[in-house]
């Protein structure tokens, strides 16, 4: 039996062997040379003979070889993988070791950091804007009919109004430009009903416990309340007497929605209204030098405690006509919707992405004109800056409207 299964392997090796002579493939055999072993005794014939056996080590091994041939094209070798042998660079250790941080206090010209704010250097202009000549007088030297057309021109120039064909007529002309300033009109009354949609949404949104609504978004509801009470007035105004318009926006600039406000009629009411508060800053400086002086040893000024409140709305901007009460409640009211507008200026990072209209608009809210030499972004965020440093303080005893008071009494007595 052990001679069958060795010659059954020794054909088998053979087999193989000879099958792959003829695929052409050359074949490393390794001989094979039984070994005897005393494993066992064998009783043959009476004799004792040991009998060659083949152990698990020594079986038959076959291995096959085949020849790469080269090819043309030799395979591109990356330039980011290092040579064998080669040690990536050790980094360098850096050692942290933070200073300690220095306390920071409020003064007048060091701005103090804020997680919300980009870090700022130390600015020239950390200060409200101080004025040293009075402005001059608002004067328009054109009439109302020729201020109208000039508005009209503007509009036309930038996209507002469509231009009237060239070639036109006197006659034809003027009827163009009625019809569009009526295009216009209805347009911007069409425009405050989907602004109400839009207020609608954003109100939806808020109470369905989505997002808190943005200062921008704030604002656009602001705009759309008193958009929404001026649009009775006006469009009575424009039904009757379409002419009367441009009047309206000369001598009543707040009877006019946002929405029907062209260019330069809008250019034209801001100008006015900045002159009208400079010129209350220099008119009523005793006052505001004596509000300031009353209420600088407490950090705050009691809103029941003002003795002269139609000059403070003449610097804030805000009606003056009226009693004493109906003053007092608008200044209320006003700085309570500045003190909110200054917590969202806050988080949206100090007024870092507002345009210059929108910086110009929020200094005048809080009674300060920038002057001619500091119109520039960045003087007018300083200015901004400023104030919402020093309204962020408050006093013991005092709330966000009474500080407010006393900076507005700063800023009216050019300190």
Not at 257 to 277: E, M, N, W, Y
Not at 380 to 388: E, G, K, P, T, V
């Amino acid at each position: 039996m052990l001679r069958s299964s060795v010659n059954r392997n020794v054909t088998v090796s053979r087999s193989i062997k000879k099958a792959h002579q003829e695929s052409g493939m050359k074949i490393l055999s390794l001989s094979y040379r039984p070994t005897e072993c005393l494993v066992n005794r064998i009783s043959l014939q009476g004799r004792q003979r040991l009998a060659p056996v083949r152990t698990p080590s020594q079986a038959v091994c076959v291995r096959f070889l085949s020849t790469v041939t080269p090819s043309g094209t030799r395979k591109p070798v990356d330039d980011k993988v290092p040579p064998p042998g080669a040690t990536a660079p050790r980094k360098l250790r850096i050692d942290l070791k933070p200073g300690p941080v220095k306390p920071v206090t409020l003064g007048t010209d060091h701005p103090p950091s804020h997680p919300h704010s980009k870090p700022t250097t130390r600015s020239s202009h950390y200060h409200p804007p101080r004025h040293l000549h009075p402005p001059k007088p608002f004067q328009v030297e054109l009439s109302a009919v020729e201020l109208a057309k000039r508005d009209i021109a503007e509009a036309s120039q930038q996209g507002v109004l469509e231009a009237p064909p060239a070639g036109a007529g006197s006659l034809k002309r003027v009827f163009h430009q009625a019809l569009q300033l009526l295009k216009f009109y209805f347009r911007g009354l069409k425009a405050i009903n989907t602004h109400r949609k839009q207020v609608n949404a954003i109100r939806k949104r808020v109470k369905s416990g989505g997002a808190l609504p943005t200062r921008a978004e704030v604002r656009f509801i602001q705009t759309f309340k008193r958009d929404a009470f001026k649009l009775v007035p006006f469009m009575v105004v424009v039904l009757i007497a379409e002419e009367l318009v441009p009047f309206v926006a000369l001598y009543f600039p707040r009877m006019l929605p946002s929405t029907c406000v062209l260019p330069g009629q809008r250019d034209r009411i801001a100008f006015k209204a900045r002159s009208d508060q400079l010129s209350a800053l220099f008119r009523n400086r005793g006052a505001y030098e004596a509000m300031y002086k009353d209420g600088e040893r407490t950090g705050f000024i009691q809103v029941r405690g003002l003795k002269d409140p139609v000059a403070m709305c003449s610097l804030l901007g805000l009606s003056a006509w009226g009693p004493s009460l109906l003053a007092v409640w608008r200044i209320r009211r006003h700085l309570k919707v500045v003190a909110e507008d200054d917590d969202l200026l806050r988080g949206e990072g100090y007024g870092r992405d507002l345009t210059i209209r929108e910086l110009n608009e929020a200094l005048s809210e809080r009674g300060m004109i920038p002057t001619p030499e500091r119109r520039s972004a960045d003087d007018l965020r300083d200015q901004l800056r400023w104030w919402l440093d020093c309204a962020e303080v408050v006093p013991e005893g005092g709330d966000s409207v009474s500080r407010r008071l006393l900076l507005i009494g700063l800023i009216g007595s050019q300190k």
